[in-house]
């Protein structure tokens, strides 16, 4: 899988001055130290929903999956069942503590605090505005992204997760 970095490194960017203290998760996601994210396929899950997949780790965090198809999809709805195929993409300090649990772990209901979003930020307003015509979406949902270039590796075990480094010194391609 390959990452367009200057794509990443623009929108990690602009989120980062709308989000106070996002650049410090971040840091902590990107550099070589601490926890990285890694993609696995997990046999055993094939055919559960996300929900179950989010407490079957000992110690790793699922984040999302990567479909057969090649599409990301970050937070899936809990009810999203995992296909053949399908990776898991994980939050982990190594590839080598993947591993299911040998048991089920309980989940206290009463401490899962649901949160009420705020007002939106006000945003610019159309180019269109005064044409008649309607105003373009800005939902993140509406968006459309630039195809994501893969590689044809077959290999099904953890990889992590790197932006392209490009061709700076120093730095390995």
Do not use: W
Not at 68 to 85: F, R, Y
Not at 97 to 111: G, S, W
């Amino acid at each position: 899988m390959v990452l367009d970095g200057d794509d990443i490194g623009a929108r990690l960017i602009v989120q980062t001055a709308r989000q106070s203290k996002l650049s410090v998760v971040y840091h902590d996601l990107f550099d070589f130290g601490g926890d990285e994210i890694y993609m696995t396929a997990e046999p055993a899950l094939v055919g559960r929903p996300f929900a179950e997949a989010l407490r079957a780790y000992q110690v790793c965090c699922p984040l999302g999956l990567l479909l057969a198809d090649g599409k990301t999809v970050l937070n899936p709805p809990p009810g999203t069942v995992i296909s053949p195929g399908d990776r898991i993409v994980l939050l982990a300090r190594d590839d080598s503590m993947i591993k299911l649990a040998t048991r089920r772990f309980p989940v206290d209901e009463t401490a899962i605090v649901h949160a009420v979003r705020g007002p939106a930020a006000p945003r610019a307003p159309s180019s269109s505005a005064g044409t008649g015509a309607p105003p373009a979406s800005s939902s993140s949902s509406t968006r459309t992204s630039p195809p994501a270039r893969r590689s044809t590796s077959s290999s099904t075990g953890p990889t992590p997760a790197r932006p392209s480094t490009g061709s700076r010194p120093g730095c390995a391609t």
